[in-house]
């Protein structure tokens, strides 16, 4: 590995800009996974039975 490849350490100012990005994103994710769920049973033809997770 060439010295020129290894990229620098970003500034802590970029890096927390960059941080704040990441768990916004991962919140987002979150969010749509558990609401998911409750979203699609809203949709569905047999919604007035209860919902019920299988496992």
Do not use: N, W
Request: net charge positive; with cysteine; aromatic share 12%.
């Amino acid at each position: 590995m060439f010295l020129g490849q290894i990229p620098r350490r970003p500034d802590k100012a970029t890096a927390y800009k960059q941080l704040k990005e990441h768990v916004a994103t991962m919140a987002v994710f979150c969010l749509i996974v558990r609401a998911a769920p409750y979203v699609l049973h809203y949709f569905s033809e047999d919604r007035y039975e209860e919902l019920r997770l299988e496992l």
